[in-house]
């Protein structure tokens, strides 16, 4: 017990303690009074963490991507496709214990910023560039992925051979502003939340194991029977990607913390081995340069937004570009 206790009476004795330990009673380590500090105000968890008291110590419950044990730190960003980069792709060779976790139970999640209506989010299961097993024998492709048609979430699975596809409609993801996506897979049912309200769920028409062997972010799977366009690949910000099945999590974390100070940070263990071209994929959210173009008119002065720009227009003039005249 920690804390402090009043008025203790056992067996009509009473338990004091400025006593001397006598036959019926023995204190240990017990001080006079109940001496403490508030723990939780002011709030020691930053970033709008929830402080609990826990009398000599706190507890932050941190909202992603912020890190216990004090919220201070968050998973680093990473920017794909960014300024005329047209290939940006993160490829993770899944550990062979996440892949035995999985097979059943999936619980896939991260962050995702962008203004561009199409791309792959990512592609979880068979590795497409080993169809064949090792006497030739073809094997079963599963798989599950996300990606982007008009600025929506699509949802693909395939199992036994059947491919599914799932449209979650009512939210446009491409509106520049940061989603947290959420694909939950059970050999029965299939769920996507988006900023934790769920969006969709519907009951699958084939069960099945999932085989993640790879999974790819940013890009879609490679495929010899099919051509890959510019615009299948993601524009934009994925963040604190989370993989679990429910009870055990992992993380794909594309690029380390740096941290100011000793601060033990509590992450959870890797999904897998990482493949990262750092030339395409960036670390942190950076912006293109959409002034450089000069696109504002009539001496409108040009602002970078994230992936956008706005013009601050001179007297008389208004619209995206400054390029109608306002009549006074």
């Not at 980069?85 to 976790?101: G, H, L, Y």
């Not at 999640?109 to 024998?137: C, K, W």
């Not at 008009?150 to 409609?169: C, D, H, Q, W």
């Not at 030339?279 to 009539?298: A, F, T």
Request: charged share 20%.
């Amino acid at each position: 017990f920690i804390g402090c206790m009043e008025d203790v009476v056992i067996n009509s004795h009473w338990v004091l303690p400025d006593q001397q330990s006598n036959e019926f009673v023995n204190l240990t380590n017990i001080e006079i009074g109940c001496k403490r500090d508030e723990q939780c105000d002011p709030n020691p968890c930053h970033s709008k963490g929830l402080c609990t008291d826990l009398w000599y110590k706190f507890s932050c419950q941190c909202q992603r991507p912020h890190l216990a044990p004090t919220c201070k730190y968050s998973i680093v960003a990473a920017t794909f496709g960014h300024e005329k980069t047209k290939k940006s792709a993160v490829i993770v060779n899944v550990s062979d214990s996440a892949r035995r976790a999985i097979r059943s139970v999936l619980d896939i999640s991260m962050f995702i910023r962008t203004r561009q209506p199409t791309g792959q989010i990512f592609y979880l299961g068979s590795d497409p560039l080993q169809p064949f097993g090792p006497n030739g024998e073809p094997r079963e492709q599963t798989s599950i992925s996300a990606t982007l048609s008009k600025g929506e979430l699509i949802v693909n699975m395939r199992f036994n051979g059947t491919p599914e596809s799932y449209a979650v409609g009512g939210k446009q993801l491409d509106d520049g502003y940061q989603t947290l996506i959420q694909v939950i897979r059970n050999s029965t049912l299939v769920q996507v939340k988006l900023n934790g309200t769920e969006y969709f769920r519907k009951t699958l028409s084939t069960t099945g194991q999932l085989n993640a062997q790879v999974l790819y972010l940013g890009a879609p799977a490679p495929a010899s029977d099919s051509f890959i366009d510019d615009k299948d690949y993601f524009k934009g910000i994925i963040q604190d990607v989370q993989v679990s099945n429910g009870s055990h999590a992992m993380i794909v974390e594309l690029y380390p913390l740096d941290t100011e100070d000793d601060e033990e940070l509590f992450l959870p263990p890797p999904f897998g081995l990482i493949t990262i071209d750092r030339d395409s994929v960036l670390s942190g959210e950076v912006s293109d340069d959409l002034c450089r173009s000069m696109p504002c008119q009539h001496g409108a002065t040009c602002k970078n937004t994230w992936n956008d720009f706005v013009c601050e227009c001179t007297k008389c003039y208004k619209g995206k570009l400054c390029q109608d005249i306002e009549f006074c």
